[in-house]
């Protein structure tokens, strides 16, 4: 059974850094792509960044571009996101999840392209 959890969160000052990790567990993700994405309180989950099954692209949110970076460790089970100049409108809670397509072409920021999620970590960023 395919297993996701996200660890990392917390509450920080505007203009603070936090890094998330997502250890992932029960299934193959070697050859998939990965994704963040994010959903502030009353709102909808939007995507955040992406990264390929080699590692080799990334994909970012208009809004995050320049200051969140996605990467993935050479075993594939962990996945990162460096989160850096956090502004407020950051707050929410933070999911990783799994493509469903084999060795697929990005930018894979579709929800319905990932087949498994994790429970999310809340990230708090205070003004």
């Known amino acids: 059974q395919v297993q996701l959890r996200e660890s990392g969160g917390g509450l920080v000052q505007a203009g603070g850094s936090l890094r998330l990790s997502c250890a992932a567990s029960?299934?193959?993700?070697?050859?998939?792509?990965m994704g963040w994405f994010r959903q502030a309180a009353g709102k909808g989950r939007e995507f955040v960044a992406s990264i390929n099954w080699s590692g080799g692209l990334k994909y970012y949110a208009e809004s995050v571009k320049g200051r969140f970076t996605i990467s993935r460790d050479s075993a594939k089970t962990t996945v990162y996101l460096q989160m850096n100049s956090l502004k407020p409108e950051d707050t929410a809670v933070y999911s990783c999840?799994?493509?469903?397509?084999?060795?697929?072409?990005?930018?894979?920021?579709?929800?319905?392209?990932?087949?498994?999620w994790g429970q999310g970590t809340q990230v708090t960023v205070s003004s």
């Open positions: 029960g299934g193959t993700f070697d050859n998939v792509a």
């Open positions: 999840a799994r493509h469903s397509r084999f060795r697929s072409s990005g930018p894979f920021y579709r929800e319905y392209e990932y087949d498994s």
